[in-house]
Every structure is written in structure tokens, then in C-alpha cells.
């Protein structure tokens, strides 16, 4: 399998590409139309996703059918939900694609013989996995108690180019703020670009 996800690993994980050869088996490759989903709430979760081509989103729907985006995932991002994954539980979660998406497909003995065979992938997957937590903790965190503006401006740190391939609704759910808030947050920060 010759991919971004080829050179994404040999390039932060340290892989080599004789190790790669050993694991490209247990890849494959899966091609998403926008709308589609890859997981939905009550399945369990098999497989990590990496994003090679397209943005997916990882959301939740409360007891009065509205969503919350709790993740997006675009080029180089990988997507799954862990817990499903890692405890065998049904999953909360829907994951489906915004974009037409190509995605490497990662099942978990992926992960397991990667870390056999390579110390270096060892410590680029826990890193990778305490990065998630960190993330998930700073997100908790804003929404807690940060404004719709600090909301948005760590929004655009971590997804820059997000902005404008992801609707306006989209990003006020992730932010857990109306439409009608960063609209107005968008414009404040326009106008102070422009005074400056």
C-alpha cells in the first residue's frame, strides 16, 4: 500500500520501511461518499481510521436529538472510539464522512504486531494516545468555562484548515455554542484584524 500513511509513519513513528512491508497486510483502503458512515452509535467499534483524502466527524446525539460534535478528523488525523474499541462496548458515537474521504482501514493487530516489532512505534502510539487525552482534558476544560471567542480561537489552533471546508453549524457544535454566537465572535475578530 503506497500512501500518506506509508509516509506518515515512516516519517513521525520512525517506521522503516522493511517494517512497514511486514504490516502493510493488515491495511486496507476504503473510499467514503460524503454523508456515509463508518460508524454509528450502538455498533461496536473494530478499526482506527487515517484519513488520507477528506474530513470525517465523530459526533453524539443527546435525548432531545440534538448533535455534538466531539471530533474532527481531516488529512493525516486518525479517527475511532477508543473506548468501543478498547473495552468491547457499544459505541456512543456516530462517525461519518463531510467530504467524499479516503481512509486507510487499522485494525487492532495492526497496533499489536506494529509495537512487537518496532520500540520506536511503541512510544509514537502512547504518545499518540496521551496527545488524545490532552486534547479531550483542554476541551473539557473550554467548555466548562471558557468564552465562545477563546472557544473558536483554540478551534482554528487545532484545525486550521478546517475553516472553510466545514459548515458553520458544524464548527458551533463542536464549540458548543449556537450559530448565532460565532457569527458574532467571526465578526469581532474581523473587525479587530481590521483596526489593527
Known amino acids: 500500500m503506497n500512501n500518506n500513511f506509508r509516509t506518515y509513519l515512516i516519517e513521525k513513528a520512525g517506521i522503516t520501511p522493511e517494517e512497514f512491508a511486514e504490516l502493510d497486510s493488515y491495511l486496507s483502503l476504503k473510499s467514503v461518499a460524503k454523508g456515509d458512515f463508518v460508524l454509528q452509535a450502538g455498533q461496536k467499534c473494530r478499526d482506527t481510521f487515517f484519513v488520507e483524502q477528506g474530513i470525517l466527524r465523530a459526533y453524539s446525539i443527546d435525548s432531545n436529538g440534538k448533535e455534538h460534535i466531539i471530533q474532527f478528523a481531516s488529512e493525516d488525523w486518525f479517527i475511532s472510539d477508543r473506548s468501543s474499541l478498547f473495552f468491547d462496548k457499544p459505541s456512543d458515537f456516530y462517525i461519518q464522512a463531510i467530504e467524499d474521504s479516503v481512509l486507510v482501514v487499522i485494525p487492532n493487530e495492526f497496533f499489536e504486531k506494529a509495537a512487537k516489532i518496532s520500540a520506536s512505534f511503541r512510544k509514537f502510539n502512547q504518545r499518540l494516545l496521551n496527545t488524545h487525552i490532552l486534547h479531550m482534558q483542554k476541551r473539557i476544560i473550554l467548555l466548562l468555562g471558557a468564552s ?3 472557544r473558536y480561537l483554540e478551534f482554528i489552533k487545532l484545525y486550521p484548515d478546517l475553516q472553510l471546508r466545514v459548515s458553520q ?7 458548543g455554542i449556537t450559530p448565532e454566537s460565532l457569527s458574532r465572535v467571526r465578526k469581532e475578530l474581523a473587525e479587530r484584524d481590521r483596526e489593527n
Open 148 to 150: 465562545a471567542e477563546t
Open 169 to 175: 453549524w458544524m464548527i458551533s457544535s463542536y464549540l
